[in-house]
Each structure stands twice: as structure tokens, then as C-alpha cells.
């Protein structure tokens, strides 16, 4: 029994040491060299053995191990930079694989110029570089990046500092082309060439090249450097003006002889900048003689220029007209005086066509119906043109004795026809624009509808009346409403009456402003004349308010005027207190006398009632400092 007890404890104690023990074992035959890494070992590993490795499809590096397996990196071994087993603490950055090759100068991010597909992926490289101060255009786009940035020994600059200007990389090509060194050219390549092939230089017909004293410009622009630049020649040393490289070209030319006719050694002068000098155009001087103008823009050098030197050609209309300056003959132009200078009434048209003459415009202008006139209606034949009339009369006298309505002649008209005439046929409408304005405006209001004959009834015209009165005083006799020359109304019948038919509308624009202004009451409801002219004799009308209104003065009862000596106060002058320019009489304002009342209402009398100071309404002559009982009792005046 105690045996079977003791069995039981030593399996109770020895069976989990054993399990214990396997579980060890086990893992020790397990354990991953690689670390603690989380993944099943089959998605890498063979179960016929740890070797060949060959990696599941369904292995993601990125979700691992944090870095996916782009490009380049999808296609190098594990080994390559999993150098340990252990892959934890593995660094993803670039350099902690990659040798930099640049030393350091560009930074530690390759990603900037590489990609994972290639470490020679020129398209970043490209454009990273477009990003620096020099891009890449043209053929540089093609270059071999080392082309430019030279290896150097440990720490010199390969890429940041390279050198940007031409000559930097192109010193040899400078050195061994023809006449740059001798011709002293610019180092700065540009000027010349592009980036596109060295070859083409196309920088002169727009770049550097000086547009003095030759630019390429035209068929210059065409040419080879060698064309003017003679090999062994420095570029300074070329020939600077159009005779210098064609000069055998102007001696050569005949058609016209460019020496016998004395022609300037500037070919740009005539000729433009095209192929075989074609299209030459002459600079003529445009005075005296224009010749691209009408007539003579269709005439060949040689019939102006018949002889060398061109210079000695005739400049003046006569000297290459005259014969035909002699010859005419509708009209003479020898017989007439006229002037050989053909352009005054000439274009310079083919025939001579449409000749028109200059015409001075005094004395006589060519205008209105002179306008339609022939020459030989003024210039008669075999007359010099000069000798011709030069005043209306000269011409028209018959015209001027012939005309009745009215008698020019007995009305001793002026001869000088236009002063009433315009120049249209047959002397229709004639106005007498001299007619003086002054004293009597013919053209105002009515004046301006009567005929000549109304004011000038006798001849000459000039012994028409000049006044009003003069015409119309039988109007002025007979007006009795009112009675003018009873009233003894001016002659000037213009102060009052406008210029209108009838007289109708007169107003008394002169009446005096003194004594009596007609203003306020004195114009209305209106006034008439006859409100104060009670007499024929205007001049005889009282002139004081007291004349006219002496009956209002004594009716006035509030307050009685002639009972309180308002008289000795306003001098019967009834604007002291009343004013005129009122609809009626209420309202007066009393202007106290101090002259008359050595009390002057100023403050304290100033708020005083009238009754305060003087003693009964019947007399204000009479007043009492004591009859407010402020003064001690005094008895005035």
C-alpha cells in the first residue's frame, strides 16, 4: 500500500518536469535565427529544408519590415542588405546601403535626382537639374552628366560650385575655331551660338553682332561669317561701309552709270538689303521737284537726267516744261503774263489735265457765281492778266448805273457791290449788312420789316432821319392816352416803347428813382399815369408822399397823425414809418427822432411803451421821465 502511495507522488512530481523539459527542447530546435520576427517560416522556407529560399507571393516587405520593395529593390537578394540574419534595426535610408558618391554635397535624400528603378533614371536627374541655376537645354540635355561634373580627388566640389559660364567647359572649342582668339571675341559663347549645336551660329542676325555700321539684317543675314570677316583677318579690321565690299558692283553699274551720274557710294541710299539689288528705290529729294508725285512718278530717270552729272538736271517746273509753256495757246500763257511756275494751276498730272488756277482771293475771290466764270470773261483777249478789273464797279458799273429799285445812283450807293450783294446770280437777295446800327438798328424788331423806301424818302440815303422823332412824330402828336406832348414826354420814343408793330407794350424803363421809385405799392395793381400825372404836364406831379397822400395822412385816426404831431416827427415823409414795397399800409415801423426826443430808445427805454413817456396820446411834443415813476416829476420838453 505505502508503495503504491510513493508511486503516485513520483508520477505527480516527474510527469510535468518531463513535459517541461520537451517544451525546451522544442523551442531551442525551433528558434529563429532571424530574430523576432513575425512571420510563418514556411512563407520563406522549404519543408525539405532551409535552403533554397523562395519568398510567397503573399510576403508584403512593406507591412514587415517597413520598406517596400520597389524597382531595383524587388529584384536584389536578401543578403544584399540583410548582411546579418537578424533583420531587426535593418536602416531603410539610402546611404547606409549606397556608397554617396557625391560626398555629402548634394544632402541624404537620393530620392531627389534617383529612383529605386535606377540609379541612372536621367529623367529625375533632368528634372532636378531644371531646378538649379543652370538648366539643361538643348544639347546639353544630352551630355554625360561627368561631361560637366568631373571626378576630383576626396573633397573637392564635384557637383554644388560647378562652373556655369561657356568658356568654363568650351575653352578648347574657343581656342580652335578660326578668328576667335585673333578676331578678340567675346568668351560669352551665347552671343553667337545656341545650346542646340555649335555649329549653327545663330546668334548674329538678332544677338550680338552691332547693327552699325552694318547689320545682318536682309540678305546679310544669310551670309558666312568668311563673307566679310577674310580668313587671318581680325574681325575689327573688316570693312565697315556698303563700297568697301561693293565697291566693284557700283563701279560695274550702268543702268544707270552710277559714277558718271555722281551717285552716293551708300547703297542703302536706293537699294534695300535683298538678293541681286533688286527693287532699287531712289531717295529723290522731294524738293524742288517730287518725283514720286502725280506724273512724274511714272517717268524713268534718264528723261528728267539727260546728262552726268545727275546734279545738273534742271529744277524748276520751266526747265523741263518751257516748250510747252510756249506752245499753249488757250489761253497764251506769253500773251498773259502768267507765271512759269506750272504747279500754281497744274497738278502734276498726265496732259496737263485740270488745270486750276491759283486765284488770289483779294480783290476779287473765285467764289459763289465768280466761281463759274471762263478766264476770258474777266481776263479779255490780248489783255495781260494783270491788267484786269479788280473792283466790283470795274466790272458790274453798268449794273450798278442800270438799277431803279432802289436808285443806286440818286441813293449814292457804294460801288462796292458785296457791302449788299452775295456774289449769286442775277444779285439776288440782297442785304444792307453796313447799314450802321446806330442810332436806328435796321434789323431790330419792326425796323426790320419796312422796306428802304419807308425811311429813305428822298435821295440821297444818307439824308434819312436818324431819331424817333424824326419818322414817327405825327405818331407822337396824336397819342393822347396819355397826352404826350402835353405830359412833355421825351423825344427818344425808345425809353419807353419797344421796337414792335403797333407801339404796343410800352414801359416807363426811365422813370426816375428819385423822389419816387415805382416799386412796391407804386407798381401795382399796376399803376398807370395818370394815378399821379393828373396834369398834361408830366414834370408838374407832386414829388412827396404828403403830395399824393396828404387825405390818408389826415384820416388816420389810430393814431391820430395831426393830433400827435406825427408831422413834426416824419416831415410828412411817410416812409419813416411806412415802407413803400409793402401790399398796403400796415405794419408801420416808427423810427424814433432823437433830434427831435433827446431820448434815444436804447436800453432801459428801450422796452418802454409810448404811453410810458409821453402824457396824453393828443401831443407827443409832451413827455415825462416821472411818468413811469422811475425820474423824479419833470415836465418837457
Not at 531603410?92 to 549606397?98: E, R
Not at 576626396?154 to 561657356?166: A, H, I, L, P, W
Not at 408793330?501 to 405799392?521: V, Y
Not at 411834443?621 to 413811469?628: F, H, I, P, R, V
Amino acid at each position: 500500500m505505502r508503495g503504491l502511495i510513493l508511486l503516485g507522488l513520483s508520477l505527480v512530481i516527474v510527469a510535468p518536469l518531463q513535459a517541461q523539459q520537451r517544451t525546451s527542447q522544442a523551442q531551442q530546435r525551433t528558434r529563429s535565427p532571424h530574430g523576432d520576427l513575425k512571420m510563418e517560416c514556411m512563407t520563406c522556407h522549404i519543408s525539405s529544408g532551409w535552403t533554397p529560399i523562395r519568398v510567397a507571393k503573399t510576403f508584403d516587405h512593406a507591412k514587415v519590415g517597413g520598406f517596400a520593395l520597389a524597382g531595383a529593390h524587388g529584384t536584389t537578394t536578401c543578403r544584399a542588405c540583410h548582411q546579418s540574419l537578424d533583420f531587426k534595426g535593418v536602416k531603410s535610408d539610402c546611404v547606409s546601403c549606397h556608397v554617396d558618391k557625391h560626398r555629402g554635397e548634394l544632402g541624404a535624400n537620393c530620392a531627389r535626382c534617383h529612383t529605386a528603378r535606377s540609379f541612372l533614371d536621367r529623367e529625375m536627374m533632368v528634372r532636378a537639374h531644371q531646378l538649379t541655376r543652370f538648366p539643361l537645354q538643348g544639347g546639353h540635355m544630352g551630355v554625360e552628366c561627368s561631361s560637366c561634373h568631373t571626378p576630383g580627388p576626396q573633397g573637392s566640389m564635384q557637383f554644388v560650385g560647378t562652373q556655369r559660364d561657356c568658356v568654363s567647359c568650351h575653352r578648347p572649342d574657343f581656342n580652335t575655331a578660326p578668328n576667335h582668339v585673333a578676331g578678340n571675341f567675346p568668351t560669352t559663347c551665347a552671343g553667337c551660338h545656341n545650346q542646340v549645336a555649335w555649329n549653327r551660329v545663330s546668334g548674329l542676325a538678332g544677338g550680338s553682332h552691332p547693327t552699325t555700321p552694318i547689320a545682318l539684317a536682309g540678305v546679310h543675314s544669310h551670309s558666312q561669317c568668311a563673307d566679310c570677316h577674310l580668313a587671318g583677318q581680325a574681325y575689327s579690321a573688316v570693312q565697315r561701309t556698303c563700297d568697301g565690299c561693293h565697291h566693284s558692283d557700283f563701279a560695274g553699274a550702268k543702268d544707270p552709270d552710277h559714277v558718271a551720274a555722281g551717285f552716293s557710294t551708300n547703297c542703302t541710299t536706293c537699294h534695300a538689303l535683298v538678293p541681286a539689288w533688286m527693287g532699287a528705290t531712289y531717295a529723290h529729294a522731294t524738293s524742288p521737284i517730287d518725283p514720286k508725285q502725280g506724273a512724274h512718278g511714272a517717268v524713268t530717270c534718264t528723261q528728267c537726267h539727260t546728262k552726268a552729272p545727275y546734279s545738273s538736271v534742271a529744277t524748276t517746273c520751266d526747265g523741263c516744261h518751257h516748250a510747252d509753256y510756249l506752245a499753249t495757246t488757250n489761253p497764251s500763257h506769253t500773251a498773259a503774263g502768267y507765271s512759269t511756275d506750272c504747279a500754281s494751276c497744274h497738278q502734276v498730272l498726265a496732259g496737263w489735265a485740270g488745270a486750276n488756277i491759283n486765284h488770289p482771293t483779294s480783290p476779287i475771290a473765285l467764289t459763289g457765281v465768280h466761281a463759274n466764270r471762263q478766264c476770258a470773261d474777266c481776263h479779255l483777249t490780248g489783255q495781260a492778266y494783270s491788267a484786269v478789273q479788280q473792283t466790283c464797279d470795274g466790272c458790274h458799273h453798268s449794273d450798278f448805273v442800270g438799277a431803279k429799285a432802289p436808285d443806286h445812283v440818286a441813293a449814292g450807293f457804294s460801288t462796292n457791290c458785296t457791302t449788299c450783294h452775295a456774289l449769286v446770280a442775277g444779285w439776288t437777295g440782297a442785304t444792307y449788312a453796313s447799314h450802321p446800327t446806330s442810332p436806328i438798328d435796321p434789323k431790330q424788331g419792326a425796323h426790320g420789316a419796312v422796306t428802304c423806301t419807308q425811311c429813305h424818302t428822298k435821295s440821297p440815303y444818307s439824308s434819312a432821319p436818324t431819331t424817333c422823332d424824326g419818322c414817327h412824330h405825327a405818331d407822337y402828336v396824336a397819342t393822347t392816352n396819355p397826352n404826350h406832348a402835353g405830359a412833355g414826354f421825351a423825344l427818344t420814343c425808345a425809353d419807353c416803347h419797344k421796337i414792335v408793330a403797333g407801339w404796343t407794350g410800352a414801359t416807363f424803363a426811365s422813370h426816375p428813382s428819385a423822389p419816387l421809385a415805382m416799386t412796391g405799392l407804386h407798381a401795382m395793381p399796376p399803376r398807370i399815369c395818370t394815378d399821379c400825372h393828373k396834369s398834361t404836364s408830366y414834370s408838374s406831379v407832386a414829388q412827396t408822399c404828403d403830395g399824393c397822400h396828404h387825405s390818408d395822412y389826415i384820416s388816420v385816426t389810430d393814431p391820430n397823425h395831426t393830433a400827435v404831431g406825427m408831422d413834426a416827427f416824419a416831415a410828412a415823409n411817410c416812409s419813416n414809418c411806412h415802407a413803400p414795397t409793402k401790399t398796403s399800409w400796415t405794419g408801420p415801423t416808427w423810427t424814433h427822432k432823437t433830434i427831435v426826443n433827446p431820448r434815444s430808445l436804447s436800453l432801459p427805454h428801450k422796452g418802454a411803451s409810448c404811453a410810458d413817456c409821453h402824457q396824453t396820446v393828443t401831443n407827443y411834443t409832451l413827455w415825462s421821465c416821472a411818468k413811469s415813476g422811475c425820474h423824479s416829476k419833470v415836465t418837457g420838453p
